[in-house]
């Protein structure tokens, strides 16, 4: 048995909303307590929504984000690739004289 939601139901409680007091975002409707992080439970400020479940930035970033194989943290620029390995531009060094090889690489290139 599956529950038929009218245009103005919270797609998370299935409760009426009124039109003053509900949110509408990609597509779907929630009441204000209602929408939140899927991951953490915190009210949304702004979300990304992946696979029709909304996230907010800080999960969103530790969920999905790709990760530097040197530090570990989540990459949120530029995305240097060797071996199927991601890093850091600033990760990115070779092992036996910590020169950042993206400025080696780039001035090879450039020159």
Known sequence: MSI???EDDCIVCTKSTLKQARIKAS???YHEGCFVCTNC????ESFFNVQGKLYCDDCE???FAKKCVKCSLAIESTVVTAKGKTFHNDCFRCGGV????????KYKINN
Request: aromatic share 4%.
């Open 98 to 105: 910590s020169i950042i090889l993206y400025i080696l690489l």
């Open 61 to 63: 970033r530790n969920l």
């Open 4 to 6: 038929v939601l009218g």
């Open 41 to 44: 439970k915190n009210s949304l």
């Open 27 to 29: 597509g779907k409707v």
